[in-house]
């Protein structure tokens, strides 16, 4: 298949799970520690801790990245650098939690699974878009 032909699907399929990410990080930025320190108290610690510049990247990954995806919808050429800044947000945001605290050593490599998976989609969203404005698809 060609990238003319999977341009809408790819495209939808990306603003959905830029919306899950808008819905992760609203969940995460009003969530009380208190009562996920019942489940998870290492988690609701790392929460707590987490500093401002590492909520403030993750906000720019998401928010960055839905932007991106409505603009691949409207086959914008700005999608590109709205992706690239979102996938940059997100590897920021994650080098607090696996640099700057012990998460695998407390969960184990397990812990790295989900973000690995974020960051691959990031770069697939910026190649994509990247792709689509070689191939003359935006507006």
């Keep these: 298949m060609t990238i003319e032909k ?6 939808i399929a990306f603003l959905i799970w830029s919306l899950m990410g808008i819905a992760a990080y609203l969940t995460q930025v009003t969530m009380d520690t208190a ?12 929460f707590e801790q987490m500093p401002h510049w590492a909520w403030a990247a993750y906000a720019i990954a ?9 603009a691949l919808l409207a086959r914008r050429a700005w999608a590109t650098p709205l992706y690239l800044i979102s996938l940059v947000a997100v590897l920021i ?7 700057l605290t012990d998460l695998i050593a407390v969960k184990g490599l ?7 998976v974020i960051i691959v ?3 697939a969203q ?14």
């Design 35 to 46: 009562e996920l320190a019942r489940s998870d108290p290492y988690q609701a610690h790392m």
């Design 6 to 11: 999977t341009f809408r699907p790819v495209a």
């Design 62 to 70: 998401v928010w960055s990245e839905l932007a991106g995806s409505f």
């Design 93 to 99: 945001q994650f080098s607090y939690a696996f640099v």
């Design 126 to 139: 910026w190649l994509f878009a990247h792709a689509a404005g070689a191939k003359g698809l935006f507006r």
């Design 121 to 123: 989609i990031g770069l």
């Design 110 to 116: 397990g812990a790295a699974v989900f973000p690995v």
